[in-house]
């Protein structure tokens, strides 16, 4: 039961550093529940955070403060909230299965082509957040160590790092790994079994992954993938990418691996030798 109440006080005077505390704590106790196991508190926990005022204010400022997309427009042309407008949202949040669909927005990639974004309406982003705050605590447990990208406190240099060091005493054979369009092909009904989690996130999540594209005023259903552009979308991919690592060290011991003396390599040796760094859907494999 939630027990907080909800403050009268404007946007301007929100005590920012308490809000930040509370919802830090009930992620914490979320933390700390998977990692020994415990789903039946972890589910509780995640309840009761999604219906935190202060969890809701947090999901509500960072979609339309903080984000670095905050002033794109959904397929409801909402581009920015005054703050009254933001106190409403905050108010008005509550999980659900009425979903609009994503705007297509294409973004120049490097190499000349393009890259679809898949831009949600103000609400479904805060939304989003809102349950990306309750679900990354638990993934986050049980995430494998050598997974960098889209990770809170975690950035590609520290994936340069993990390669250095997993080099650095001596030579390795390196296979370098790009999942091709990753973020598109991701089995909606898979990654739901994944997951895992209570029926009302499960709910909320599979609306938000079949809730469809528009591109100007064409619409196009979406079977599969998670939509670029999303702010749950990159922990989505994470969770669908769990246990890559633990996958290719199973099959090392079929690799052709041997000594400095050309003899072939024990099964433990070969498991023990093989590193797995991944940043998002980029890849590499060392040994």
């Known amino acids: 039961m939630n027990t907080e109440s909800k403050p009268m006080y404007k946007w301007g005077d929100i005590n ?126 049980i995430f494998e160590p050598n997974s960098y990208g889209f990770r809170p406190g975690r950035s590609a240099h520290d994936a340069i790092e993990a390669i250095y060091n997993a080099i650095k005493q001596k030579p390795k054979f390196v296979l370098d790994t790009d999942i091709s369009k990753c973020f598109d092909r991701i089995n909606h009904k898979r990654l739901l079994e994944k997951l895992n989690t209570f029926p009302t996130f499960r709910k909320q999540i599979r609306a938000w992954l079949n809730a469809g594209v528009m591109d100007g005023k064409e619409f196009s259903p979406t079977s599969e993938g998670t939509p670029q552009g999303g702010v749950l979308s990159p922990l989505l991919a994470n969770i669908a990418l769990h246990g890559l690592e633990s996958e290719i060290k199973a099959i090392a011991h079929t690799f052709d691996m041997k000594d400095l003396r050309g003899r072939q390599r024990s099964r433990t040796q070969k498991q023990d030798s093989v590193n797995v760094i991944r940043y998002a859907d980029d890849f590499v494999v060392l040994h």
């Open 16 to 141: 920012w550093r308490k809000l930040e505390r509370v919802v830090y704590k009930l992620q914490k106790r979320i933390y700390r529940a998977s990692q020994r196991g415990d789903v039946k508190t972890v589910r509780r926990l995640q309840k009761l955070l999604v219906k935190s005022w202060s969890a809701k204010a947090l999901a509500v400022r960072r979609v339309t403060q903080d984000n670095q997309g905050k002033k794109t427009a959904g397929v409801d042309g909402v581009k920015s909230l005054s703050p009254e407008a933001r106190m409403k949202l905050v108010n008005n949040l509550k999980l659900g299965t009425k979903v609009k669909p994503t705007r297509r927005v294409w973004i120049p990639k490097p190499n000349r082509e393009q890259r679809p974004l898949g831009i949600p309406t103000m609400y479904d982003r805060a939304l989003q957040a809102l349950v990306k705050l309750a679900l990354e605590p638990e993934w986050e447990a």
